[in-house]
């Protein structure tokens, strides 16, 4: 699977943005997709998880409430969006594949396929 995440961007503090990431070569719906994210200088952690079917979701504690994950499988596409977004949500997000979905769940755990990446900027 080829991911490729788009979307991120600079934007003012309670402003929003929806990422998205496309995927390739292979039957996307067989496919739990999660987002994670890297800011400056710490480790990468996870954001928001959703199943190959699109039945269920999981966030992160940071993000509850104003992150919403959905997909496409007719477009193999996921979506993030993002809003009300604060100055500690700026990073870089990467999306990534993998057929177990507690492998996504587990930010320990290695994935099978990444994104490059895309930066989000939140100013304050």
């Known amino acids: 699977v080829q991911l490729q995440a788009s979307g991120g961007g600079l934007v003012q503090a309670g402003g929003f943005l929806r990422l998205s990431c496309a995927a390739s070569?292979?039957?996307?719906?067989?496919?739990?997709i999660g987002w994670c994210r890297q800011a400056p200088g710490k480790e990468r952690k996870f954001v928001a998880a959703?199943?190959?079917?699109?039945?269920?979701?999981f966030y992160a504690d940071s993000v509850k409430g104003r992150f919403a994950i959905s997909r496409d499988n007719f477009k193999d596409t996921v979506y993030l969006q993002m809003n009300t977004l604060k100055p500690e949500d700026t990073a870089v997000y990467y999306c990534a594949a993998d057929r177990v979905l507690y492998d996504i769940l587990d930010e320990t755990k290695a994935k099978a396929y990444w994104g490059q990446g895309t930066l989000v900027t939140v100013s304050s």
């Open positions: 070569g292979r039957t996307f719906s067989n496919y739990a």
């Open positions: 959703i199943t190959g079917d699109g039945d269920r979701t």
